[in-house]
């Protein structure tokens, strides 16, 4: 059953895949496809995306590897049915739950995964809501915090397994906190808009039970040259490859 929103078509991965977004509330860009490409899985995973949206990254990362065998979640019906009728256009299968984060539902709550992503809200409770419902569920954190969300999320994830997120920078020290009590291998990688500029997300991948050191990477510049100069869009070749042809992204 298809949404019954008004939609946009909006081709990912350079037209390799086309989604269906709302035209109206939230629509997905460059982080779902960086999350995705920082996905550490090979064929056969069981894989989890913990509010999946319109099922962008992992139709993403679907594309990358294959033979995956795909969940997500997500609170909202019109983009879990959208989910649903993007995986049927680019011929891939997802198995789409619908749940809360913090109330997910016994199809997800009793299975384990080899590796889950999400890409939270980035706005807590008490900022601005937006008037579009969509967009506001997808974007502020209205009823639990970034550490609940962190927390049930992680939970999915079997020993040994992935935990990626991508997120704002200035929550790094919350999502850290959220998962040192039962993940190690923890890597951060830091997104910079431009060379001279302050980065503003990142990228966090840990295992669940390891015992590995903390590490930060050098950072990943999405752009080239100091200023945005031309009529196209001016992604720096290691962003372009990820973005555009669906590279791995490996830190």
């Given at each position: 059953m298809i949404a019954e929103i008004e939609t946009v078509d909006h081709g990912f991965l350079d037209g390799r895949l086309r989604i269906l977004q709302p035209r109206d509330g939230y629509r997905a860009a460059t982080d779902p496809v960086m999350m995705a490409a920082a996905m550490p899985v090979k064929a056969g995973a069981h894989v989890l995306d913990v509010g999946?949206?319109?099922?962008?990254?992992?139709?993403?990362?679907?594309?990358?590897?294959?033979?995956?065998?795909?969940?997500?979640?997500?609170?909202?019906?019109?983009?879990?049915?959208?989910?649903?009728?993007?995986?049927?256009?680019?011929?891939?299968?997802?198995?789409?739950?619908?749940?809360?984060?913090?109330?997910?539902?016994?199809?997800?709550?009793?299975?384990?995964?080899?590796?889950?992503?999400?890409?939270?809200?980035w706005h807590e409770a008490l900022s601005v809501a937006s008037p579009n419902q969509g967009r506001d569920t997808a974007n502020r954190l209205a009823k639990i915090s970034l550490t609940d969300w962190v927390t049930a999320a992680s939970s999915r994830v079997k020993s040994g397994g992935w935990f990626v997120i991508i997120q704002r920078v200035t929550a790094l020290p919350e999502i850290l906190a959220a998962l040192r009590p039962?993940?190690?291998?923890?890597?951060?990688?830091?997104?910079?808009?431009?060379?001279?500029?302050?980065?503003?997300?990142?990228?966090?991948?840990?295992?669940?039970?390891?015992?590995?050191?903390?590490?930060?990477?050098?950072?990943?510049?999405?752009?080239?040259?100091?200023?945005?100069?031309?009529?196209?869009?001016?992604?720096?070749?290691?962003?372009?490859?990820?973005?555009?042809?669906?590279?791995?992204?490996?830190?």
């Open positions: 999946c949206g319109v099922g962008t990254a992992a139709l993403c990362l679907g594309y990358r590897v294959t033979e995956l065998d795909l969940h997500g979640i997500e609170i909202q019906p019109d983009y879990a049915a959208l989910a649903r009728e993007n995986a049927h256009r680019c011929g891939q299968k997802i198995e789409v739950h619908q749940g809360d984060v913090t109330d997910m539902p016994d199809s997800v709550r009793h299975a384990s995964f080899d590796a889950v992503m999400t890409n939270p809200p039962k993940m190690g291998d923890i890597a951060v990688l830091p997104l910079q808009s431009r060379t001279d500029r302050d980065a503003g997300r990142v990228i966090v991948k840990a295992r669940k039970s390891a015992r590995g050191p903390f590490r930060l990477a050098p950072p990943l510049v999405l752009h080239s040259g100091p200023s945005h100069v031309q009529d196209r869009d001016d992604f720096s070749p290691a962003a372009r490859a990820i973005l555009r042809d669906g590279a791995a992204l490996d830190f």
